[in-house]
């Protein structure tokens, strides 16, 4: 739901939007299509948000931004999220105004 | 009635009573006083006032010179009378002018004119100093002579013509009858033999100023007397008999006899004081009482007989005595019968309450609930209870479904013959191979079920079902079973109801039928069949709690505890049902006696729960809690007011809790808390989100809507998670451990493979994992799952060989997770692993058995659990859970 308020939110912005519903629909979003910046939960079926960045930066070799945002984000796993290859780390509640700030920002970048 | 055993005890003694007035109890009476009247200890005997010759059994032979020698020998002793029992053949006119008086006794009939009468020699005699008297054999009763006439026919006889010749008769004057004195016994009549007293045997102090009374002592010709007392020959002569009642009349000692109204006052009195006394004590003392108070009756009896020479009526005496006993155990009997009959009533009426409202055997709205919940539970087509008709032999529809009595084949209603009678014989379930229903519009397998309760069989329950609905028949069969005794008991309360009900309305035919009144035995089976069920499946939940349990009485003693106690206490070598709630108290906190014995008393006392900490080395921790609390009594459900209880509980309750378990619980709640804050906080954000959008002029009305949507929907599933959340938070520790409840299934995992990493790694087992770092909590009862996965583990570890790699995965999408186990051993053909899962349950090992149960726990869960195998490449295990968050 968060998912789709923000993707409204995006595309109010004038931003075209996928969404995918877990990390396996996401990876096929991405056999097909080339994307500007790629926003991820970490708590997602299938394929949680950890197991999707490794498999994007270390099998997929695409350098996409990501811009990964979860309630769970304490330090260490922003570190360790980092170290796996996220460009960004928003830990929830993000609010609005916030979240299209960072996106703005990783999409100038 | 109120005063039934008194009106009864008074009924009683004027029975008796009158028995003994009329003279009902004489032969029994006369016996008891034969008995008393042989029975004689060192008495002082009374001189006596009698001399018998015995003239033996001829005295007609006797010449008259010996005849005058004797009356001359007689005369010079100066004796008080001369009698003869039978006319002398002398002449007595000598004897008379020598001063000494004589009588003859002569029989009545010889007094009449028309006899030539021996007596005819003799007018000239009736002198002052002559007469004759009547003297005739005496009269029985019962065959026993204790009785002697004064008079006969009008005229006074032998004995009292005795008495007055000798001045003595006065004595009793007013007498018609006496009861002869026999105390003395037998030998106290002095007899002399006629020859003995020919030859000089007669000396003063026998003869002077005594009755000598001549007659045949041997009485061989004439049957003899019996009476209380006796000879040798068992019997007396009638001269020993006519001494014995002039002895009686001489010392003035006949046998009185008590007054008609002592008697009954006498009886009145014992029967009040026996009652009295009866009242206030134990059956067993009331007998030994009876027993004691009917010797000294005959103590009494014997005594007064020999010393007041009164004859206490002994027989209603003892009679009454007994049958007073008789009545007072008779009403201890009915009030313990009304007693038994309250309690069966309460109880019974209680039970009834408890299992069912009276409405539900009269409605058959109820009947249709059980029909469709039995429906749905089993999937049948169709189904119908019968009912047996008590006098006939044909069933009756109680409910039914998709069906009616009338689909069954009329010739097929009769429970006397098959397939009834079949189903009986096998006692559960029976597929029917012949049509019973009428034909349906799909295939079925047709079943009938006998209904049994109590032994008793109640009615038949049949059905159909389609013939590939279950896999397992075997278990489906079981599952009709156990449904069949629910329904079974259910059907015999409506039976009973329903005879209750015809009983109430046909009081008069019952009383015809001769089956008025309650029927106990039936009352008695129904209510301790179903307490013993309520008592079953208390203990089967006492059973099923988490912690160790044991409930004791107020006195101390074990009324139940679960397995998880006995097997704890059997860990420590202590026999829990030997020992008492002090002993177990002592044994496990090592306690001194007596400071145990205070806290059991403040717990039962002032109803206070105390907690003591035990230590059980064996269990591997460290420290555990008894807990002691008094269970105390419902308030609604208050005991008779006599009951022998002088306590406010009905018992103690002891529970040993495992705090690490706390703790346990404790991290799962937390952990459940915890995801629960990030679902709402991820709500919340939502909203607001939303909230925002809906402030932005950038927006279309589609996006307007589809936000206002969203909202919605997120505030619906914010709420519908909070209700949901209130029943995982709000429960204790036994709904966490042994409900199905979030749980973290990767930690499970990682807990079972840690413990049992020693063992894999033995067996050269490489476990590969592949876990999310991050999981919704699955559901599932915590420790089901953990014996489900280390059975699981147990089938991989044997089929594994070595260098065999055990996968283990765990994914997640909307609402469920994954996981699958996936082992490299050996393997088998798939159709052998289904036949174990689903084949003869019979032919199965102790493992796939569990692994059955574990089947049957995740289906409750609304997970699902596959195997698959294939030989040579390993066997893999499929588990689906649902997961929140």
Same mark, same amino acid.
């Given at each position: ?19 995918a519903?877990n990390g396996i629909?996401g990876q096929?979003?991405l ?7 790629i926003?991820l939960d970490l708590?997602m079926?299938?394929m949680d948000g950890m197991h999707f960045i490794k498999w994007l930066? $270390?099998?997929?070799? &695409?350098?996409?931004?990501v811009?990964i945002?979860?309630?769970? %984000?304490? +330090? ?8 796996f ?6 830990? $929830?509640?993000?609010? &609005? ?9 990783? %999409?100038? +970048? | ?885």
């Open positions: 739901m968060l998912r789709e308020l923000f993707s409204i939110g995006l595309e109010s912005e004038g931003y075209e939007v996928s969404q519903s629909e096929r979003f056999e097909d299509e080339e994307y500007d910046l926003v708590l079926p299938l930066r $270390k099998e997929k070799m &695409l350098q996409t931004p811009l945002m979860s309630a769970m %984000i304490n +330090e260490e796993m922003k570190n360790k999220l980092m170290g290859g996220a460009t960004d780390v928003a830990c $929830k509640p993000v609010g &609005l105004e916030v979240f299209l700030k960072k996106v703005r920002g990783l %999409i100038t +970048e | 009635m109120k005063y039934g055993a008194i009106i009864l005890a008074l009924f009683i003694a004027l029975f008796l009573w009158g028995g003994e007035v009329t003279g009902l109890f004489d032969a029994p009476n006369g016996w008891f006083y034969d008995r008393l009247v042989s029975v004689s200890f060192s008495e002082e005997v009374p001189k006596s006032n009698i001399l018998v010759v015995d003239t033996g059994h001829a005295p007609e032979v006797i010449r008259p010179s010996d005849w005058e020698k004797l009356l001359s020998e007689l005369g010079k002793h100066k004796p008080a009378l001369v009698a003869f029992t039978f006319v002398p053949p002398l002449d007595l006119k000598q004897s008379a002018k020598e001063g000494v008086p004589y009588l003859i006794g002569v029989a009545p009939e010889l007094q009449s004119p028309d006899y030539h009468s021996p007596l005819n020699g003799y007018d000239e005699l009736s002198t002052p100093r002559g007469h004759t008297s009547l003297l005739s054999r005496p009269k029985s009763k019962g065959g026993i002579y204790r009785f002697a006439d004064l008079y006969i026919n009008n005229q006074p006889g032998f004995s009292l013509a005795i008495a007055q010749m000798i001045g003595r008769g006065d004595m009793v004057a007013d007498v018609q009858r006496l009861r002869i004195n026999f105390n003395h016994g037998a030998d106290w009549l002095p007899v002399v033999s006629f020859q003995r007293a020919m030859t000089g045997g007669l000396i003063p102090e026998l003869v002077q100023d005594r009755v000598v009374l001549i007659g045949s002592v041997t009485h061989l010709n004439s049957p003899g007397l019996a009476t209380p007392v006796s000879r040798d020959s068992g019997t007396l002569s009638l001269t020993e008999f006519e001494g014995y009642t002039i002895e009686t009349l001489l010392h003035g000692n006949a046998i009185k006899e008590l007054p008609a109204i002592l008697i009954i006052l006498l009886l009145l009195s014992l029967s009040a004081v026996s009652l009295i006394a009866y009242q206030r004590m134990t059956m067993t003392m009331a007998w030994r009482l009876t027993f004691i108070v009917i010797l000294i009756f005959h103590i009494v009896a014997w005594v007064q007989l020999h010393w007041a020479t009164m004859w206490l009526p002994l027989l209603p005496l003892v009679l009454n005595q007994i049958l007073l006993l008789l009545l007072v155990v008779r009403y201890r009997q009915i009030g313990s019968e009304e007693a038994l009959h309250h309690v069966l009533s309460d109880a019974g009426s209680w039970v009834r309450g408890h299992l069912m409202p009276e409405d539900f055997y009269a409605s058959d709205q109820h009947w249709a609930q059980v029909a469709n919940l039995v429906d749905q539970s089993l999937d049948l087509q169709r189904l119908i209870f019968l009912e047996r008709i008590e006098g006939d032999h044909r069933v009756r529809e109680v409910n039914s479904l998709r069906c009616s009595i009338d689909t069954i084949d009329e010739r097929r209603r009769d429970y006397e013959r098959t397939p009834y009678s079949t189903a009986i014989e096998k006692g559960g379930p029976i597929r029917l191979s012949k049509q019973y229903l009428e034909p349906f519009s799909e295939p079925e397998q047709q079943y009938l079920v006998p209904l049994s309760y109590a032994g008793e069989i109640v009615g038949f329950w049949a059905f159909s079902v389609a013939p590939d609905r279950h896999d397992n028949l075997e278990e489906f069969e079981s599952v009709v079973k156990d449904f069949s005794v629910q329904i079974a008991e259910i059907l015999y309360h409506r039976s009973v109801w329903q005879a209750e009900q015809a009983a109430s309305s046909k009081p008069l035919m019952r009383y015809l039928d001769f089956r008025a009144g309650d029927d106990l035995n039936q009352r008695v089976i129904w209510t301790l069949n179903s307490l013993e069920r309520r008592w079953g499946m208390l203990e089967q939940v006492l059973g099923e709690l988490v912690t160790c349990t044991a409930l004791y009485d107020p006195f101390g003693s074990v009324l139940s505890a679960n397995k998880s106690m006995e097997q704890l206490s059997g860990n420590y070598d202590m026999s829990l049902y030997e020992m008492s709630a002090l002993d177990f108290l002592v044994k496990l906190t090592n306690m001194p006696v007596e400071l145990a014995r205070n806290m059991l008393s403040t717990v039962i006392f002032q109803k206070k729960e105390l907690q003591f900490p035990v230590s059980l080395e064996k269990e591997g921790k460290n420290t555990f809690l008894l807990s002691i609390r008094p269970v105390g009594r419902d308030e609604t459900h208050k005991l008779a007011v006599d009951e022998a209880t002088p306590f406010d509980i009905r018992g103690l309750l002891f529970e040993i809790i495992d705090p690490s378990e706390f703790s346990e619980i404790a991290g799962i709640k937390s952990q459940y808390m915890e995801r629960l804050l990030l679902q709402l906080r991820n709500d919340m954000e939502a909203v607001m989100t939303g909230v925002q959008l809906l402030s932005s002029d950038r927006m279309s009305v589609d996006q307007h809507q589809r936000t206002m949507e969203i909202i919605l929907d997120k505030v619906k599933n914010t709420n519908t998670r909070l209700i949901e959340a209130e029943g995982y938070i709000d429960v204790g520790m036994n709904e966490v451990m042994r409900s199905s409840y979030p749980i973290d299934t990767i930690s499970i995992v990682n807990t079972i493979l840690s413990r049992r990493g020693d063992e894999l790694n033995q067996k050269k087992i490489e476990v590969v994992k592949s876990f999310p770092d991050l999981l919704q909590l699955g559901l599932a009862k915590s420790d089901n799952l953990t014996a489900l996965l280390n059975n699981i583990l147990d089938i991989q570890i044997e089929d594994a060989g070595p260098d065999s790699q055990l996968y283990f995965s765990i994914t997640s999408e909307e609402g469920a997770q994954y996981m699958k186990i996936r082992g490299t051993g050996f393997g088998m053909p798939d159709e052998e692993l289904q036949r174990f899962l689903k084949g003869d349950v019979s032919m199965v090992s102790e493992q796939f058995k569990r692994l059955r149960k574990g089947i049957e726990h995740v289906s409750s869960w609304g997970g699902e659990l596959k195997m698959s195998s294939e030989l040579g490449k390993g066997i893999t295990f499929e588990l689906k859970l649902r997961s929140v968050f």
